[in-house]
Structures are given as C-alpha cells and as structure tokens.
C-alpha cells in the first residue's frame, strides 16, 4: 500500500462483539465501562463491542504513521468510503 508515495502496511482489526469492557484498563474508578486500548497507553482505545478498525500505517522518512477508520457493521457505506478516500488522497507533510 503506498499513500503520498510513502509504503506501508493494512492491517483490518475487528474487536470481539461480548467483551466484558468493564473489567478492562480500568483507569478511572467512576468509569464503570472500562477502555480497551489496542496500542500501549492512554489515546485511541476500541469505542464499543464489535468495533471495526481500518489501520493505515506508513513509514514517512523513519517515523510511524498510523491512521485509522473506526466502523461497526452499521456504518453506511458511504462514509466508509469517504472515510477510505479521505486516507487514500492524504498529502503528508514530513516537515523534512
């Protein structure tokens, strides 16, 4: 896969549909829900049971860059494909 002319990976990750999520990273004793985070650390974390996730992950001049589409099986097509054409267009600025 290549995006602005730099390479990189695809990875599709789909999140179980029964997670107990109120057992999971519990970082806050008021949150009863519970986060699961997929990447070490506090930041993007799954958003619901079943939540579909679209990595994009490109190697811009040594440096990693992730990006992601987050779906559940209700998404409408036409905003996974805006959301598709919002990656595949992207005009990465490495600051180089």
């Known amino acids: 896969m290549t995006i602005d ?3 990189g990976k695809e990875l599709e990750l789909q999140l179980p549909a ?5 057992t999971c ?22 958003q619901g049971q079943a939540n579909r996730w679209d990595l994009f992950i490109l190697d811009v001049e040594g440096s990693r860059l992730i990006s992601v589409i ?3 099986a209700a998404t409408p097509q036409a905003d996974l494909e805006t959301a598709r054409d919002i990656i595949d267009t992207m005009d990465i600025n490495s600051g180089g």
């Open 5 to 7: 002319g730099y390479s």
């Open 18 to 22: 029964k997670p107990d999520y109120a």
């Open 25 to 46: 990273d519990k970082d806050d004793p008021n949150d009863s829900g519970g986060h699961v985070f997929v990447f070490s650390g506090p930041g993007l974390y799954a």
């Open 70 to 72: 987050l779906s559940y």
